[in-house]
Nanobody
């Protein structure tokens, strides 16, 4: 079992920056990737960014590319999402997610790729609200 705890959400004006954190506990040594998703009111949850825990590969949604940066501190079992140039349309609840290593059932893990669909992730945090005003 892995527990994920997000922090860092808040209310800010458009153009501002915010950094979200997500700390994993339990058995973080079995992590394959960690990612961020978000869900705005009345909309479905959408992929934001993901990073492979062994390093060397990250992927972003087109809507945040160039503005958001995902990074990790393996020693702290923590993943971060640095969000710059925030826009009102970035307003959402942001969720951290963990994909555990299991190459026996994950062809993308065997290929060294990263997951980008919420069904590919095994554990989820409780979410943190980010509100961007215009």
């Amino acid at each position: 079992q892995v527990q994920l705890v997000e922090s860092g959400g808040g209310l800010l004006q458009a153009g501002g920056s915010l950094r979200l954190s997500c700390a994993a506990s339990g058995r973080p040594f079995s992590l394959y990737a960690m990612g961020w998703f978000r869900q705005a009111p009345g909309k479905e949850r959408e992929f934001v960014a993901v990073t492979r825990w062994s390093g060397g590969l990250s992927y972003y949604a087109d809507s945040v590319k160039g503005r958001f940066t995902i990074s990790s501190d393996n020693a702290k079992s923590t993943v971060y999402l640095q969000m710059n140039s925030l826009r009102p349309e970035d307003t959402a609840v942001y969720y951290c997610a963990a994909d555990m290593s299991d190459s026996s059932r994950s062809s993308y893990q065997r290929a060294g790729a990263v997951p980008r669909v919420d069904a590919q992730f095994d554990y989820w945090g409780q979410g943190t609200q980010v509100t961007v005003s215009s």
